[in-house]
């Protein structure tokens, strides 16, 4: 039993790593108002190669909504680290209004929906805030600057990410949310789509998953590789 226990700990758990684009069905939500969905949003369209956070017009913010289609896992697996980014087109000075990440539930078509746009500092259906400021307002972000994630983003990133996969989401599309905390139509961000030619362009989400550890099994080898463990006789 110890050289087999052995065995497992010397050939450690292979962690398995998926870089997924969004789908082209990402698109651009119009609101004119703050607050939930259905405050005369309107989809925009979904195969323009940029989108508008924030201003959007005179009367509308703009916010994105970005599927991507998870694999299906192996039972047992999870989760284990998770990163998303995207990434700005144009330059913008002083931005207008922070920007937060939420992500949606799962679904099995890619299509974007009116439902899926909120604007506002909390949104409290069943959303999941996964970075608060992700862009802060005021700030000056010049054409090409790769926006991610911080350390605990990543990793309410990765707990969103593996409450989806418990409710069924492997072979689904999950929904992440771009959008300003507030109603304004001032300075914004301009992001590069899907649909961006230059496939580095397109917003990413990677996440590593890694199957379930049997941490009192890997101990045990531990103490019997370095002979801490005896059995009794």
């Known amino acids: 039993m110890a050289a087999a226990l052995c065995l497992l700990l ?24 703050a607050g939930d969905a259905g405050l005369n949003a309107t989809i925009s369209g979904t195969t323009g190669t940029t989108v508008q956070i924030g201003r959007a017009s005179s009367t509308a913010t703009g916010l994105f909504v970005m599927p991507f ?11 284990s680290s998770a990163s998303f980014t995207f990434r700005q087109n144009g330059s913008v000075t002083n931005l207008s209004a922070n920007v937060d990440l939420y992500g949606l539930g799962f679904r099995s078509e890619s299509t974007v929906l009116v439902s899926d746009a ?4 909390e949104d409290l259906t069943d959303a999941s ?3 608060d400021i992700l862009v802060p307002a005021g700030g000056s972000y ?3 600057t790769v926006f991610s994630l911080s350390g605990e983003g990543a990793t309410a990133l990765a707990a969103y990410l593996n409450t989806q996969y418990s409710n069924g989401a ?3 599309y999950v929904f992440l949310r771009l959008n300003s905390d507030i109603f304004t139509t001032g300075n914004r961000l301009e992001v590069n789509t899907s649909d961006s030619t230059t496939p580095s362009f397109r917003p990413s ?10 941490s009192a099994l890997l101990a045990l080898a531990g103490l019997a590789c370095t002979g801490w463990y005896r059995p009794r006789k």
């Open 69 to 79: 289609l998870l694999p299906v896992l192996e039972p047992g697996e999870s989760v």
């Open 170 to 172: 492997g072979g689904n």
């Open 129 to 131: 805030k996964i970075q």
């Open 142 to 144: 010049s054409s090409g």
């Open 10 to 33: 010397t050939h450690p758990i292979v962690a398995q790593t998926f870089v997924i684009s969004a789908d082209p069905a990402d698109a651009q939500i119009n609101q004119t108002a």
């Open 118 to 121: 909120f604007l506002g500092s």
């Open 205 to 214: 989400l990677t996440f590593t998953v890694i199957p379930e550890p049997a």
